[in-house]
């Protein structure tokens, strides 16, 4: 590697690193919203500069060259009065950094920064297989697998701890005890099916700021949830005082006025498990997303479609509540009944800066 | 340099015809070595800043970066680069047309004989490139032995003070920060040897040893206070007197080298390449050019000279001011009876018939930097004509807007931006503050605040440098005179001088 690339990967590894300190901000752009595991982002990065002595920016103004009169604005052109080789005038402006990075790596090192456990597959043992890789080290085994440099250590180590060792002449001969061998572990394959069900309340009392809390926390889950699983299938059911399932485009920009049931959408998300998707071969997560201004008379009906067939069926069952002001008697309250069962979570998402704990509560429990 | 390669016949013939046309010109300079690079090359060695080698450290990579991508995405190019050596590196990008080719190696004759004959590259280290690439070798040392981080945040940390040098050092001799040889610490200065007991009150009246003492006293005094006079090369200073470990010690000396021999560039940017650009478009367009060249040369000069509102052009504003100069010597255009003229049309029509141009020019070249060349030779009527005007950051917008096209302010507003680099002045004044070995420094405003997020984030990187507390002495034009400390874990700010009104 030659020294202007070992700069340059130092100089990506250290943006890396700001980038994660800044993730909870970058995680909020809506520009990400969309984007596939492999599509590189820019994103703006906050100062790899080094500081120094410098005038602040009441100061910054300078000499500039052209027409126009005094008090005219000038276009989007950053005065730069730093100065590149070449051409001038064709230089660009301030060294306004933007990193490239794959979604990929953005929900890898939100998984660090999270903390969020490998998920843990419903254990199902006639769709798990496991397979060997020889990655062990034992102390018995075939002479075919010894492992010579593992064997000369201990050798080495022997001969140091007893004495035997002479460094004019250093000759080690390995003993039985000293020889290892490489062996075999075995690893199941984590069962790759899994299927998410995002259900979102389009009532009239979920505005543009609700329906954006819901796509960029969704955006999320799904990019975490897809580099665990290798096939992913999600479904989107919208709901106002009935259900319908649609596509992802409309998911997200439906608007939709009305009353709320949301035993219409538990119902339908009942049916639609029921025909495509049976507990005991699918991995199945339910996100489901509402202001929580719910009919009254609904949340029995609602409390016992969930009990009875989507909690038992479901790894995880997650509700998240978009709301602003705190409904008193909302879905979030009438749930709370149920906040024993173990594959239930709840949070509450009444801002920008709630997604990032959000996801770490739906997913930190790695079901 | 091993990847580069020598040139091809065509451009050899092409270099030797060029040389001939800049000696016979009067340019003066070392031999030029042009090496021919590909785009990834040119770009790999203009972010070592044109050499071939340098110290390992993130912020050239970053530089590549932007390079590689800003020519990827077609924004810019780099069409030439030229070191300050003896004999002379030039790169020319393989990519180029002839055209280009003749006209960047015209052009790097004149950076030559600039560097050659500008008085302020005189204290220049010619041997640079042997340099930087021991620069290199020993900074890796240095990694090897203590680890990469430790080594890249002391860099860092020099990197962030690298601009606390003394720009006008090599050339003049400055008070020393502390005196040599023994103080005198005669008990009693002055006293005359007297023999007779009965005389000593005559021979060494009291009252004038009294005043002998308490003069030896106040210079005492003066010999504690450290350093005696401000230090501006902040840099030296910490070499001299911070508690570094050797490497270190190597390491801060080697970035201060190598901002010392950067900073005559970055003095005279304006003249530099003004200068380089008179001699490439005069030798082009009387010289060189094939007819059929003429399209393509007026297409890329006229890049090299163009302007946007933002953003002064160097190579613009330096070409058009040595023709300017030279105009005016050429008609005698200069001198009392001239400056004394008012009658616009008269001062427009002079003509005495003097031809003295190219003489002034190169004896410019040859004396001044950049703040003198705008202070003596930027007038009314080259303002004017030019179309400068001052911009200013208007923060009710955030934008920037055109302020003044008065020629005092423009004037000013250039002086100011080139007066040390457009960097705030600071100095060293205390090196043993209130007794407790802490830095003392003052940053001498005018008009402008600092920033002050940056400024407490380089106290922090001096603190780790000088070990004990750092403080600066600045003024808020909206609070008054404050000083800004860090002891090592914390940030305070406290106002030594209320702001009048």
């Not at chain 1, 009875?308 to 479901?314: D, G, K």
């Not at chain 2, 690439?133 to 990469?148: M, P, S, W």
Request: charged letters at 25%.
């Amino acid at each position: 590697m030659s020294n202007i690339e070992q700069d340059t990967s130092r100089y990506r590894q250290i943006v890396r690193g700001k980038i994660k300190q800044n993730l909870r901000r970058y995680m909020t752009d809506g520009q990400l919203i969309g984007r596939q595991g492999k599509d590189l982002v820019r994103i703006p990065v906050p100062q790899v500069d080094l500081p120094h002595f410098t005038f602040g920016k009441s100061g910054s103004g300078g000499v500039g060259q052209g027409p126009g009169q005094p008090g005219d604005i000038l276009g989007q052109a950053q005065p730069d009065q730093g100065d590149g080789e070449g051409q001038a005038g064709e230089a660009p402006g301030q060294h306004l950094l933007e990193a490239e990075i794959s979604i990929d790596e953005l929900v890898q090192m939100l998984a660090e920064e999270l903390e969020l456990p490998r998920i843990q597959p419903k254990g199902k043992k006639n769709i798990q297989s496991d397979t060997t890789r020889y990655t062990d080290i034992r102390r018995v085994g075939p002479e075919s697998l010894r492992h010579f440099k593992r064997t000369y250590r201990e050798a080495l180590k022997r001969q140091l701890m007893t004495g035997e060792y002479n460094p004019q002449r250093p000759v080690i001969v390995p003993v039985r005890e000293d020889r290892r061998y490489r062996s075999y572990e075995t690893k199941p394959v984590p069962d790759s099916n899994a299927v998410i069900v995002y259900m979102m309340d389009v009532s009239g009392s979920m505005g543009e700021r609700e329906k954006r809390l819901v796509r960029i926390t969704a955006f999320w889950i799904d990019a975490w949830l897809k580099s665990n699983y290798r096939n992913v299938h999600r479904r989107y059911i919208v709901h106002d005082a009935a259900a319908a399932e649609v596509d992802e485009e409309t998911f997200f920009h439906l608007h939709q006025s009305g009353g709320t049931k949301i035993s219409s959408a538990l119902q339908l998300c009942q049916q639609l498990l029921q025909t495509h998707y049976s507990p005991n071969d699918w991995n199945i997560y339910l996100f489901q997303f509402s202001d929580g201004d719910n009919f009254a008379s609904d949340n029995d009906r609602a409390l016992e479609i969930m009990e009875e067939a989507l909690l038992p069926a479901a790894n995880l069952y997650c509700y998240g509540q978009v709301d602003q002001r705190h409904y008193s008697d909302s879905f979030y309250d009438v749930l709370a009944d149920l906040r024993d069962i173990e594959n239930l979570v709840m949070t509450r998402i009444p801002n920008d800066d709630a997604i990032y704990d959000a996801i770490k509560v739906f997913l930190g429990k790695g079901k | 340099m091993s990847f580069a390669t020598a040139l091809p016949s065509d451009l050899y013939a092409i270099e030797q015809e060029i040389l001939g046309y800049a000696r016979d010109a009067g340019l003066d300079f070392p031999e030029v070595r042009f090496l021919m690079l590909d785009y990834n090359q040119i770009n790999q060695v203009a972010a070592y800043d044109g050499f071939p080698s340098r110290y390992p450290h993130w912020r050239f990579g970053m530089e590549y970066e932007r390079l590689r991508k800003s020519y990827a995405w077609g924004l810019h190019r780099i069409y030439e680069m030229v070191i300050n050596t003896d004999p002379c590196y030039a790169y020319l990008l393989a990519s180029n047309l002839i055209i280009d080719q003749k006209l960047v190696m015209a052009h790097v004759y004149g950076h030559a004989d600039f560097f050659k004959n500008n008085l302020w590259f005189a204290h220049t280290n010619r041997r640079m490139l042997d340099d930087t690439a021991n620069h290199a070798t020993r900074i890796r040392r240095y990694i090897d032995k203590v680890g990469l981080e430790e080594v890249e945040t002391f860099v860092d940390r020099c990197l962030s003070l690298e601009n606390l040098i003394d720009v006008h050092g090599p050339g003049i001799l400055r008070q020393p920060s502390r005196t040599d040889g023994p103080v005198n610490e005669d008990e009693h200065p002055g006293r005359l040897p007297s023999e007779k007991g009965y005389m000593d009150a005559y021979i060494n009246p009291p009252e004038y040893l009294e005043s002998l003492r308490q003069k030896q006293k106040q210079e005492q005094s003066k010999e504690k206070k450290f350093p005696i006079n401000p230090q501006r090369d902040v840099l030296l200073f910490l070499l001299d007197y911070a508690p570094l470990t050797p490497w270190q010690q190597d390491v801060l000396s080697i970035i201060r080298d190598e901002a010392y021999y950067f900073a005559p560039q970055r003095q005279t940017k304006i003249m530099n390449e003004g200068w380089a650009t008179y001699w490439h478009s005069r030798i082009m367009t009387r010289q060189a050019l094939q007819p059929s060249e003429l399209i393509d040369y007026a297409d890329h000069h006229s890049g090299t000279v163009a302007t946007s509102p933002g953003r002064l052009n160097p190579y613009k504003l330096g070409v058009e001011l040595f023709r300017h100069i030279e105009d005016r010597w050429n008609r005698g255009a200069f001198g009392p009876e001239y400056e004394d003229c008012q009658d616009q049309r008269m001062r427009a029509n002079w003509d005495r018939q003097t031809g003295l141009g190219l003489e002034k020019i190169f004896e410019v070249r040859r004396i001044y930097n950049d703040v003198g060349f705008i202070d003596e030779f930027l007038t009314p009527e080259f303002a004017e004509e030019q179309k400068l005007f001052t911009f200013r950051y208007n923060e009710h917008g955030d934008h920037y807007e055109i302020a003044s096209r008065q020629f005092v302010e423009i004037k000013r507003q250039l002086l100011f931006q080139l007066t040390n680099f457009g960097e705030p002045l600071i100095e060293v004044t205390d090196g043993n503050y209130q007794n407790r070995g802490e830095l003392y420094l003052v940053h001498h405003w005018e008009t402008i605040d600092l920033r002050v997020d940056w400024a407490q984030a380089t106290l922090e990187n001096l603190q780790a440098l000088w070990s004990r507390p750092v403080h600066l002495e600045t003024t808020l034009a909206d609070k008054g005179i404050a000083l800004l400390s860090f002891d090592g874990k914390q940030h305070t700010s406290r106002l030594l001088q209320k702001a009048a009104g």
